[in-house]
């Protein structure tokens, strides 16, 4: 646990989330671990908020300790139609009382977050379905195709872009509780396939236990970690084409699917497991991305990696600015001397900011930088390490090491990806402790090419930071010869859906017009959405149209937005009407 | 020059090529090179093939020597549409002579060859158009498509799946006498925009002279080099996704593809450039792979990558026998040490015909492998070498090497591959001086998982070895951590188009019913058409059909076959009827 403050600290919640809370709903992760900011972050932000101890000493949010109970009527479903839903999966197996039906409905996103603390429920099903087995998918996506009934998955629930939202009712699938077991294990092959409904831990459990549990020769893993790992499922991994935090080595997921089966309104979809082909357009590539647009991923056939975290190099530099450490982290990419496993460039604030989140600025380092002429506010860290054989790894970082030397960045040792890694997947913990007090923290990435970099940075930041008294931190990771993400993470003191809403397409706007693309791997879902048309183009966004057209011609599959498929213009979540944020 | 035969030599066909002959449109490569059968190899086939040197004393196939000149009408060409094309290319750069109609006609699979040694002109053009720029081609398509005229195109040639074959006539677009510049060259990204019609080398040229050409930093290669490298264009390697002999380390096109530009029936199509993304299914994959059926390819962006010749490390082992060197080359593919640049195993029949090839049966070698009881027929040659970074190559080539001695390879260094190297661009040559003779050579691939490798390597070369006084090689190249590519190569005293008909089809059924992928990197085309359903499924290729018919409703893009997407049952290029080639 974080060190206690030496000053005045917050009355962080950290009680008890009681079970069928809305907090239940919509807190990050175990119900009983908490995080909360370092103390040094803690005052960094009250300087930058514009605000004082007192703000911090009552709850300025619901913190949603309510059972959750409402009453929204059901959209169509019929009791037939229940008892239908009984029949294929047993009578457990389907619900429709309030806490199952609004568990389903909202993913991770701060409007999410936002309409659970204000008991805002909109957008439920009426019936959340938990399948043990495809046979039972299939049978009720067609009962319910037969009877234009909509249907809606349920995976992890880490969505960021309301992805999983049952925009018009009816049937949801929640594959978390039964629909999560590994169908088989290739060991010549390298490969595992799955029900999709598996959490990351869960795969990477199996993996690393193949030894034991399948008899294989050696401990694998899946090479796929995203922040939200241990709450996503490796279905919303494929249908959003997500990616890992150690995907500069591994690849995004869509490198890492080796093949997929759907039930889709026109039949199963079954893709080649070869591990490369010249028969025409990529099926593999048609099929990932189109989040549950066109029917059900059922089972995932993934390529898996030998187990050797023993090989790992670690590694972290401080440049002096973000023009050199782009410089910098270019060439590590391009030198084709084996890629790191992560890698992550933070800007001048996100540096700052994590110098104090991983205690440097306490450390004798923080004199060193001085000495050595780096200066806040445009210092940049880089951290990463290397996977793979030991070898291989020991080149990379041997690499990476000799670039970041020739472009002036001084060696932080292995420590300060260290404390990074032991925040990797917790990290989220520290938004709801946050929002407790109305701030509000979130996340917009893109996908961009080098040559394009210094721009969308300056100029999705310069819209960022037109609202006063807001942290906007950029880092960019999931490297490539050609470019990377840049990630923008926000944090600022916030509790008006209106105006979240309004900065969010504010910062969405600034990266379309800089020319990145809309997203690199949280996916389109129904919030990004009105974007996609404009990113893509006309002609090319079409080609979406006739996909799902042919997939799904009366709108039933993960309806009301997604990929914005199926919507009248009017009913499109629509961007919002625009708010001068200078003037706030 | 190859040494010189001490025996009896064929009269191997040393003449000229007439500038307008069949043979100067079916001969591989530069008119004035030949390349012949090393003395050995030649002895080798004669007992095989059951002849004698009778056999070589005078041609059996056609030279095709004489002047192109047929009297085919044109479809349905217009006057004004040839009035029209040359308003919008000039009227040097259209063409509807015999000559340049019938030399865009054919690629190069043995029943193209066949074909044009015997004066079979079917399927060609009407009018054959040189444009310059993308423009020309936007206005051409344009006029083409509201007068419902159809379109083809010819880039390099080398086609092994009647990819390029005219079946309706009218126009095709022949893009290597002026569609060959370079649009861009982007050092920051590391890439290159090109015309569609640039050959291998002209491509490897621009990127090799950088520092030249582009005022770069260094020199660069495109990583891209398939057997057919001379004559092949990139715009080719991307429709059908091909593949370089240096795919493992460089990826396979689509991998290398950064984005694309096509000119189809319902407007462009302008790809994104972005790394990676999570913007729905991939567009870029759904149109590489296209074979012209959905467009007209004008502008390939593609990634380069750094010209560093002097880190290759070469290196060759001798294997026992298939299983173990199979067993061997998995545990190279899997061990995450980096991956080599060329990576080659040869099955015992090949490997036989290439220590004939390259001498290594003459040289002390050939005695060291009886000593250490290796044995013809069962031993079994992997030959590659690794590029990249310095210590990256260095690492592969020690991974590489410490895997062989722990399957019990003997190393054989770097001279065989080096060998390999010299023919790796002209071992087609062969092919002519043979087909003199009635000896035909052609090829098959496939992709296929390391678990089904064995069996599909047993089944298609049962088939083709039911054929008596056949030669069939397989080696196993383009390897992932998941499985590779098989590609067969088969040599018989064979003139009769419907026997080679036949023996493929046969060859193609093998390949299907044994689980593999119907191709790696060939492509489709018209010729394997037939089998693309029944290996996707219906479902699967229904989604093919569905872009067809958006990009194309009233199939002018390379109609005729192509992907299978146009034909009705009848007209398709149907499967052979079958023949009994043990009977022979």
Known sequence: MSKPYKGFEPKWYRGEVPANSYRSIFKWGKPDFIKVPKETLYNMMKGIFNVTDDDFKSYNENLGLDEVKFDVAKKACKDEDIKFFKSVCGDDNVKDDDYSRLSV?????????????????????????????????????QYCVERRIPVYVY??????????????????????????????????DQTITVQTGMSGPQLESHLNNAIAEFKAKRAYTC??????????????????????QNSTYYGKIEDIVLSQEYVTPVGKIVTSHAPAEATGPSINQIMMGS????????????????????NRKRYSFMFKDWETAQAAAREMMQCEGGTSSVFRLSDPEETSIMMKLYGVEDSPLAKLFKLRGFKDNEKCLFLGFSDGEK???????????????????????????????????NDPY??????????????????????????????????????????????????????????????????????????????????QKAGASMSHHHGIGKSFAPWLEGSLGKNEYEIFKVLKNHFDPEFLMNPGGTLGLDLKPEEKISKSDKIDFTKR
Chains 1, 2 share one sequence.
């Open 291 to 310: 989040e549950g647009a066109f029917g059900i991923l059922t089972e995932v056939t993934l390529k898996v990696f030998r187990y050797m975290p023993e």
């Open 105 to 141: 409905a909202y993913g991770k996103t701060m409007y999410d977050l936002l309409r659970l603390r204000n008991k805002i429920v909109e957008n439920i099903p009426d019936v959340v379905v938990y399948p043990s087995d495809k046979k039972e998918i299939e049978k009720i996506v």
């Open 223 to 244: 090479g796929h970690f995203p922040q939200s790992f241990e709450y996503s499922s490796v279905g919303g991994w494929v249908v959003t084409r997500g990616a890992g």
């Open 155 to 188: 995976g992890g629930g880490s969505s960021v872009t309301r992805g999983v939202e049952c925009m018009k009712g009816e049937v949801s699938f929640d594959m978390r509780k039964n629909y999560n077991k590994v169908i088989s294990f290739n060991e010549i």
């Open 391 to 425: 070898g291989f790894s020991k080149n990379v970082s041997r690499c990476i090491k000799r670039i970041a030397r020739h472009f002036g960045g001084m060696n932080l040792t292995g420590y300060v990806t260290k404390s990074w890694e032991k925040g990797r997947f």
């Open 430 to 511: 520290l938004r709801d402790s946050m929002q407790d007090f109305g701030i509000m923290t979130d996340t917009l990435e893109c996908s961009v090419n080098w040559s394009n970099m210094a721009q969308v940075h300056r100029d999705v930041r310069a819209f960022c930071k037109s609202r006063p008294n807001t942290i906007c931190m950029t880092h960019m990771s999931h490297a490539y010869p050609q470019g990377a993400n840049l990630y923008f993470i926000f944090i600022a003191k916030m509790s008006d859906l209106k105006e979240y809403k309004a900065y969010q397409d504010g910062i969405l706007d600034a990266i």
